[in-house]
């Protein structure tokens, strides 16, 4: 009896050395594989765009560094540069405003004129019938 016991643990104990040694293994392959995944992981580059145009050509970058001189000794301010240089229409940001409300604004519009255009046409049928 005591040597069947003693063959059930020995075999209990081989099993969880086996069961040991797998566990081992698969946490070293995790470790690999989140290593690799790690290494894997690719970051979206943002690609670098070229100077805006006006700094394209010998003459802008001139200007721009003859600006950028002038604004550190304070000649130029950024209030001077606004006056001078306006700013054009398609350059002003767009008012936002709730796509709803621009909805209702252009319902009341047709509504305000088809008001008008009732009450003219009921005038001038009030018109017709005073004259007969």
């Not at 995790?30 to 670098?48: D, G, H, K, W």
């Not at 001139?62 to 000649?75: C, D, F, M, Q, T």
């Not at 709730?98 to 305000?112: F, H, K, Q, T, Y």
């Amino acid at each position: 009896m005591q040597k069947a016991i003693q063959n059930a643990l020995a075999q209990q104990k081989t099993e969880n050395q086996t069961l040991i040694k797998k566990v081992t293994e698969l946490q070293s392959q995790m470790t690999q594989q989140a290593q690799v995944s790690a290494l894997q992981t690719v970051e979206p580059v943002r690609q670098p765009r070229g100077p805006p145009s006006s700094l394209q050509t010998e003459e802008g970058l001139k200007n721009y560094y003859a600006s950028e001189y002038l604004k550190e000794i304070g000649v130029l301010n950024k209030a001077k540069l606004d006056a001078d240089y306006l700013v054009k229409p398609f350059q002003r940001p767009r008012q936002q405003r709730n796509n709803n409300s621009a909805r209702i604004d252009r319902m009341e519009e047709g509504l305000n004129e088809t008001r008008d255009a009732v009450s003219e046409t009921q005038d001038s049928i009030n018109q017709l019938s005073n004259q007969f």
